[in-house]
């Protein structure tokens, strides 16, 4: 016993000792025989301790014996060879945050390595608890992950176990109806969805079903605004089954009761039951869906009745205002036909923007839009409508003349005024607006600004692209010439005194100097308040360009151009901390430093296993400069940067090895940055070989097959992607990477197995086209497209097969879902299944604005409106994808699929260099 209680003691302070200190822990440091130097204190929010003639002492991430060392110093100030032990008297608490459907805090501060699986064991969190565990978010720091806990529960799979960390915050969505399987009528049932969930399983749980008493030949399946009739007797005999998904509601009838179903245009659609003396009729059953109020009755199309025996009666809208009865048959189906919607978007100088609904009746023209809008008079005159940024039409002709456009549904309108604005250069000038109603002429200006002493004026310019055009005032006030302006013209009127300059381009200003003040560069930028010299690009007199840093004589009466620098943006995606368009103001230095130093930094350090790597630069669509990410990080690399350009960083994968063997993690392991990629590394990280096992390993790389004895004084570089086999029993076991490079162990309990069993069991489909199998150190391509060549082959013991492609019979997905790249096709995906499938929208998603680019993005561009999907109405428009198709999925609605193509194409690249580069890696 005693031997136990010293073994465990010396356990214990291991752990004490290689504990470090955290903020909240209460530390007691003892100086023996010296109470008075002795003392109890808690680690302060910023990591520190108050010790007497020390001060502030920072000991968060220290261990006790650390803390003893640093306090020795002062201690020994007072008292020789002290006696010093720090120890935590209590240590802080390491929470974790549940939130949602479940609001707890947990301290996992005991429970070393606490797994998000392993809290749901201990708070017993199970399939049941009401929450949608295929969305779990943890969040952690400014970053949130999103984890599917589905296979956990019901095939035992975590692969995505996370270790919980001090701080994480634990979102668990609570379980929405839509993910839930109704059973409604002469018996109910409400149970979570279940994936390969069917009706036959369904009503095992529901119990025996009294065939008398429920009308089971009658029973209706809704889903998604359908109704569809069927007979469970086919289910309860076993000849059909049904597969069910999320949202499904089932209608069991009891037998003598009546019943019918409606859908579209009501507020509550669904199953409505009427009691033996209750009339069964279309009024009635309206009614009992929450009705259909007088303004709403303009938007319904038609009324279709579908009967049991399957005959279909149609009736117009009218008959809701009558007080004709319409009698329906018990189980018949009502559908209330909505007229398709139509709206435009509005954009720009009117009074009313966004949204613009016509309502049936309506005329569906730009005057009639105009009208419901509302215009200011100056937009009237001189405004114009731009229609899907494509057709242009004077507002003035439309209002005030015959002209008008038929619109259609989703067209982008777009009001574009701007205002005749001038800029004038002079005595009591500045920027002059002319209404639509007065002329656009050089005198009209000139009377306009009061000019009526000519004496006092001695000519009149006008700049424009920088030619000028000179005028006598004498013959602009009395002659009245017709001298045409255009907008932002500037007008230079030269004083015939006074001693001043004239600044035009980009700054338009009137500069006046003392009577005997010097004009100088310098004096004249002073009092443009341009000091600043490298906000101007260039400024010039005649043509010729002046160097700002000389205080050069300028003539009085010059006229001088101003060019300033313009704001440059840069947008910056890829793996690096922050992602996003920057802004690159005249006094920033546009290069890679200040851009990665704008954004958070790229991602590199020693200890990672995944960092930046190459650096790129697109310009025009092209890539032009190519850097290594971690040579700028040090400053050794670095470039200037252009307006439009785009930067893209991409992510350095970490070297790996495949691990299989008895007692062995069945794993891949990866190597950090600053760990060598041996076989002594491998070792340490895998825990050493197990007790038992034999020390002579097998490594594969590629097609070399070779035996390793390993001892202490040995070591072997690995390369990368090679699989390495400890003492496995080979003549039962074949090995296979996955699609994702997961490993696998296949024990083989028959004589013969083929490769379509293997396959089936890594999940592996005919949308494969190749995988690559090690035999006795030879290689072998095969292609696994056609099931017959599979079901042929035959797999031996010792077998490695890999997987070498990615899928062919994909498509592309990209722009505002979560998880954008490729999606790999079944048959019959359709555009909503392909965006569930990455992940669904994100918040900055336009739903209603989505597009279908058929066989690329020069292909046949088709817009779809999946707001249904969000909003909980019914979907109109799903097409089919197909192989080779582009899904983009926009921020911005009032965009056309023209406008999107530029960005699209730059996506397409990145994606297709992504996936170029993980096909090089593979093959590696």
Do not use: C
């Not at 570089?717 to 696998?744: R, W």
């Amino acid at each position: 016993m005693r031997k136990f209680t010293i073994i465990f003691m010396l356990f214990f302070a291991l752990i004490i000792f290689s504990y470090t200190i955290r903020v909240g822990d209460t530390i007691s440091i003892e100086v023996f025989n010296y109470p008075n130097l002795s003392r109890t204190v808690k680690v302060a929010l910023d990591g520190s301790i108050p010790y007497p003639y020390a001060g502030n002492i920072k000991v968060q991430g220290k261990t006790p014996d650390e803390v003893a060392e640093m306090l020795r110093p002062y201690i020994e100030k007072f008292v020789k060879q002290p006696v010093i032990t720090v120890y935590v008297v209590e240590y802080a608490p390491m929470l974790v945050f549940l939130q949602g459907a479940i609001n707890k805090i947990f301290d996992i501060s005991t429970y070393p390595d606490m797994t998000i699986t392993k809290l749901f064991s201990f708070l017993s969190i199970s399939k049941d608890s009401g929450v949608d565990f295929e969305n779990i978010q943890i969040r952690r720091d400014n970053t949130t992950i999103t984890v599917n806990l589905l296979p956990y529960f019901y095939q035992g799979k975590f692969d995505n176990d996370i270790v919980l960390k001090e701080g994480d915050i634990i979102y668990l969505p609570p379980l929405s109806s839509e993910k839930t399987i109704k059973i409604l009528g002469a018996y109910t049932l409400e149970t979570t969805y279940v994936p390969g969930l069917t009706l036959s399983t369904l009503l095992l749980k529901l119990g025996p079903i009294d065939k008398e008493y429920a009308e089971i030949e009658n029973t209706k399946i809704y889903q998604n605004g359908v109704v569809n009739s069927i007979n469970l007797e086919d289910v309860i005999s076993g000849t059909k089954d049904y597969p069910l998904s999320p949202g499904i509601r089932i209608y069991i009838p009891k037998r003598k009761e009546k019943y019918a179903y409606i859908i579209g245009f009501v507020k509550n659609p669904g199953v409505k039951t009427f009691g033996v003396n209750e009339e069964l009729t279309l009024n009635t059953l309206i009614a009992k869906s929450g009705g259909i109020s007088e303004n709403e009755r303009k938007f319904i199309e038609k009324i279709i009745v579908s009967l049991p025996n399957g005959k279909e009666l149609q009736y117009s809208p009218e008959v809701l205002n009558t007080k004709e009865k319409i009698y329906l048959q018990s189980g018949s189906i009502v559908k209330i036909v909505k007229y398709p919607d139509f709206y435009v978007y509005v954009l720009g100088n009117s009074k009313i923007k966004g949204k613009i609904e016509f309502t049936p009746d309506e005329v569906k023209t730009l005057k009639v839009l105009l009208a419901k809008i509302g215009l200011d008079d100056e937009v009237e005159h001189d405004g114009k409508v731009v229609i899907n940024n494509d057709f242009v039409i004077d507002i003035k002709s439309v209002i005030f003349g015959n002209e008008d456009y038929n619109l259609k549904s989703g067209d982008i309108v777009q009001i574009v005024y701007e205002p005749f604005v001038v800029n004038v250069v002079g005595p009591n000038g500045g920027s002059i607006k002319l209404s639509y109603n007065e002329p656009k002429t050089l005198p009209y200006l000139i009377k306009r600004l009061g000019i009526k002493e000519p004496k006092e004026i001695e000519k009149v310019l006008i700049v424009r692209n920088k030619a000028i055009e000179t005028y006598d005032i004498n013959t602009l006030i009395y002659q009245n010439p017709d001298i045409t302006l255009e907008k932002f013209d500037t007008i230079v009127i030269k004083t015939a005194e006074t001693n001043a300059v004239y600044l035009t381009g980009d700054v338009a200003k009137y500069i006046v100097f003392d009577y005997n003040e010097p004009i100088t560069l310098q004096r004249i930028l002073a009092k443009a308040g341009l000091s600043d010299y490298r906000q101007i690009e260039t400024i010039s007199v005649n043509g010729k360009t002046l160097n700002v840093k000389e205080n050069i004589i300028i003539e009085k009466g010059s006229i001088l151009n101003v060019k300033l620098k313009k704001t440059i943006y840069v947008t910056a995606m890829g793996y690096i901390k922050q992602t996003g368009r920057v802004a690159f103001e005249y006094y920033e230095t546009p290069d890679l430093k200040t851009l990665f130093g704008k954004l958070g930094g790229l991602i590199i350090g020693p200890d990672l296993y995944y960092s930046s790597d190459k650096v790129y630069i697109l310009r025009n669509g092209k890539i032009i400069k190519e850097f290594d990410a971690e040579k700028v990080y040090l400053g050794e690399e670095n470039t200037i940067l252009q307006d439009n350009d785009f930067v893209f960083v991409t992510e350095r994968q970490p070297n790996y090895v495949y691990v299989f063997g008895k007692n062995m993690p069945n794993t891949i392991v990866q190597f950090k940055n600053n760990e060598a990629f041996d076989f002594k590394t491998l070792l340490a990280k895998i825990n050493g070989i197990p007790k038992g096992i034999s020390k002579t390993v097998t490594i594969i790389e590629d097609s070399t097959k070779v035996s390793f004895t390993w001892d202490e004084t040995k070591n072997l570089q690995l390369k990368n992607g090679s699989t390495i086999i400890f003492d496995l029993d080979t003549e039962n076991y074949v090995y296979a990477m996955d699609a994702l490079g997961k490993p696998e162990v296949i024990y083989l309990d028959k004589d013969k197995v083929t490769l379509y069993e293997i396959l089936t069991k890594l999940g592996i489909d005919k949308n494969y086209k190749y995988v690559k199998l090690l035999r006795n150190s030879e290689e072998k391509i095969i292609d696994i497209s056609k099931v017959e060549d599979t079901l042929a082959f035959n797999v031996k013991p010792g077998d490695i097969i890999k997987v070498v492609d990615t899928p062919q019979n994909f498509a592309y997905i990209l722009g505002e879902v979560k998880n954008p790249g490729i999606v790999q096709l079944h048959e019959g995906t359709t555009v909503l299944e392909a965006i569930i499938s990455a992940g669904f929208f994100t918040q900055n998603a336009a739903p209603s604005s989505i597009f279908l680019y058929k066989d690329g993005i020069n292909g046949n561009a088709i817009k779809v409106n999946l707001s249904g999907a969000v909003k909980g109405g019914n979907i109109t428009e799903n097409p089919i994808v197909e192989p080779g198709d582009i899904i983009f999925v926009p921020n911005d609605p009032l965009r056309t699929a023209i406008d999107w193509i530029p960005t699209i194409s730059s996506m397409l690249n990145l994606v297709n260099n992504s996936i170029l580069l993980l096909n090089n890696l593979s093959g590696q």
